[in-house]
């Protein structure tokens, strides 16, 4: 649920050091990097969007990539005092900052807490040499495993990301390589089926993913192994301790606002009852009630606990039975795929894997 005023803030930094193979994501290379420069920029903006959103309450900060390791500290100090003088914050507010194992320092981990940042989300992808090797990854699993251990002794917030259904790879590693990240005692983990995306290196050499049948076994394996091991899945990729659920990530699927500031970041707000998507620097465009309702419908059946009818009404103000398909809804309900309570709309765990062709029976 939302209050009227909260805000979620996502800072992009679209830099690497290196291009991973199988990354669609926007990104540059970090070479010839003005840091400041773009700091400045950032800081610009979020003045601008302050003009905009005066009366917010911020509840989230994310500095997501690319690869946000590589802002030096004391410029992550700079853009959390910003916003922390431009709008009031949450007594508890959630910063997070991915980290690539390829940015680790003596001190990185610390600095980063110095300046502000009380959640880590370490991209470990794999932990096992091979694996890592083919995802073009520049860190081995001794540098992940040191990252881990630091992390978990410098914050008490953190999370990992793992991707699986690599080509080669067996149930039993994976199995392996799930025992070892619950071992560190994180409290949340991302784990994303590997996607040859268009137009990566990936694709251009033909890379074929594991067959749909493997990877649908590793992906039920994997809600198994970590329910038991105390992180539900709360959504389609994450998993967490309970209460350690990402708040910010929360924002995006249960439709709050936010902010996006960065190279290809994104936001959506809404002011006077409008709906503005916004892309950075500051191009907006107005939303129909309707095309919010998509998006609404489109992220909340991403959660284990779905669609909040009265959340959604108040978002969007339409009925979310007259935004979707009745005759297709119940028969997905009949084949067990998605469940409609009194107050919730939900995918069942067979409909999970299935979301993409739910979702595009129930939205006409
Ligand atoms: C925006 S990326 C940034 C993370 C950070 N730069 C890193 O690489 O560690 C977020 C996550 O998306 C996942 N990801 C990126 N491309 C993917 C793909 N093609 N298939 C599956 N997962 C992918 C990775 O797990 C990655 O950690
Ligand atoms: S996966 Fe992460 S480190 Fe690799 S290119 Fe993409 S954003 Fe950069």
Known sequence: MHDNNDIAIYIHWPFCKSKCPYCDFYKELYININQ????????????????????????????????????????IEKILNTVCKLWPLYSDPEISLEANPNTDSATLFSDLKQAGINRLSLGVQALNDTDLHFLGRTHNTADARQCLEKIVKTFDNHSADLIYARPEQKLAQWHDELKEITSYGLKHLSLYQLTIEENTVFARKNIKPLSEDKALEMYKFSGDFLAAKNYPQYEVSNYAVPQFASRHNLTYWQGGEYIGIGKSAHGRLKINNKHIATVYPFIDEELTQQQRAEELIIMGLRLTKG???????????????????????????????????????????????????IINELCV
């Open 307 to 357: 669609i909040d009818k009265k959340t959604f009404k108040k978002i969007c103000g339409l009925n979310l039975y007259d935004c979707i398909n009745l005759s297709k809804l119940h028969i997905l309900e009949e084949l067990h795929l998605i469940k409609d309570t009194s107050d919730h709309l939900y995918a069942t765990k067979c409909g999970f894997p299935v979301l993409n062709q």
């Open 36 to 75: 400041d420069d773009i700091i400045n920029e950032y800081i610009t903006s979020l003045y601008r969007y302050h003009e905009l959103l005066p009366d917010r309450c911020v509840k989230s900060v994310f500095f997501g990539g690319g690869t946000p390791s590589l802002i030096l500290p004391h410029n």
